[in-house]
């Protein structure tokens, strides 16, 4: 687990931008299940995340078309809450940094780390635009 201190701006990166943290796994099955759209970012210290996922993630709300709901889990924090999404994820092993949509409570969406790491932010948001201008209203 990881010190609060630490974390915090990172969390606080992708919160000031209108994503809700969940800390707890019924709050992510309540907004997973409960919205039309949803964009789950696992957040992570890594420096793949810092650099390439929590941007390209940022520069993809700008987009005409967006997820009805902004979450946030945090790998090596919120440990039952990133469990819970991740159940909600399968059949794609677990990965984080890891951004997925979901449509209906349905994944339609999913980047893993393998496709984040070593990729520009802004290819990440183009391709997650790509997504919402698929699946989003």
Known sequence: MYPPELTAPMEAELTSRGFEALHTPEEVEKAITENDTVLVMVNSVCGCAAGNARPGVLMSMDNEKTPTKMVTVFAGVDKAATEKAREFMYPYPPSSPSIALF????????????????RMAEL???N???AYNAFCS
């Open 103 to 118: 449509k209906d409570g349905k994944v339609v969406h999913m980047l893993e780390r393998h496709h984040i790491e070593g």
């Open 124 to 126: 990440i948001s183009e």
């Open 128 to 130: 997650l635009k790509m």
